[in-house]
């Protein structure tokens, strides 16, 4: 088992960075909100293969939850984190675990971010301030850790998609690296809130990525509209889920689309909920 580090305050993050920094090395960012999953795991691996060193934070911010419930059971297990990263196995992982107070020094308030519209769409509409509260962090963590690279899934492409906006609003020369979907077996989207599912919920929601695939063959020769419908007749035919939304959007403005126009790209995505867990899962469509 590997000797990890784990810094609980950003000088001694910045005190172990400098000890183990080569001059020409380049250090790899995977930010997370913890409850590990084989998700984040593929991050950090990837991290691992692309950096000589790689720092996971693992901070569940306040500001991003639009509803305290959410914060509230946000499933929390530092130490068997600790475990899953140990796991790894690579000597090159420092792990920042900090408390609110060495983020954010006292002072909760959100900067207000002009992402050129992106931040309006699906979740941005949903989650009123959810993204002032991810871009607000993003932004701290990364004056903290200072990476060259960062890694993000795909799972929350539209907060990749303001992460790589936020970076060039910002002038930073940070590469910010989009990560494939991690799904269990069943198809359902990897996630730290699969946790609250019942077994039987669990099964339900496995149809959310057997949608999608289904999305994905009528892309381009079904209407969107009539997909849309499609869409929406499937999850009111199931009693455990409710859908909060369905999008087919053109990948770099999100905007959602009527027509399919050439040379774009597409995407669809969808955000449900089941009891009050809620789920999101996306799917490229060209
Ligand atoms: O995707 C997440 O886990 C969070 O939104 C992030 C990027 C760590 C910011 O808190």
């Known amino acids: 088992m590997s000797s990890m580090k784990v810094c609980t305050t950003n000088q001694a993050l910045s005190s172990s960075l400098e000890s183990l920094k080569a001059s020409d090395s380049s250090l790899g960012f995977v930010p997370t909100m913890g409850a590990l999953h084989q998700g984040h795991v593929s991050l950090i691996q990837k991290a691992i293969a692309e950096n000589s060193l790689v720092v996971v934070s693992i901070f569940v911010n306040p500001t991003q939850f639009d509803n305290k419930s959410d914060l509230e059971t946000y499933p929390q297990n530092l130490n068997k984190d600790i475990e899953t990263i140990s796991a790894i196995g690579s000597d090159k992982i420092v792990v920042y675990a900090p408390s609110t107070q060495d983020v954010y020094k006292g002072d909760l308030s959100k900067e207000n971010f002009d992402f050129g519209g992106l931040e309006h769409q699906m979740e941005g509409k949903h989650r009123p301030g959810h993204f002032d509260g991810v871009a607000t962090v993003v932004y701290k963590l990364l004056q903290i850790v200072r990476p060259d690279m960062a890694y993000f899934g795909e799972k929350d492409f539209q907060q990749l998609q303001i992460v790589k906006k936020l970076v060039s609003v910002i002038g930073a020369s940070i590469n910010i690296i989009g990560c494939p979907i991690a799904r269990e077996p069943s198809g359902l989207a990897m996630s730290s809130r699969n946790k609250r599912l019942y077994n039987n919920e669990r099964k339900h929601a496995s149809k959310i990525y057997q949608i999608l695939k289904s999305v994905e063959q009528k892309f381009e020769t079904v209407p969107i509209s009539d997909i849309r419908k499609w869409v929406q007749a499937q ?16 990948v770099s403005t999100l905007e959602s689309a009527v027509t399919i126009a050439p040379n774009k790209k597409y995407r669809a995505f969808v955000a449900v909920f089941i009891r009050d867990v809620r789920l999101i899962d996306n799917i490229a469509l060209n």
């Open 235 to 250: 999850f009111e035919n199931d009693p455990y889920i409710n859908l909060e939304y369905f999008e087919i959007s053109e």
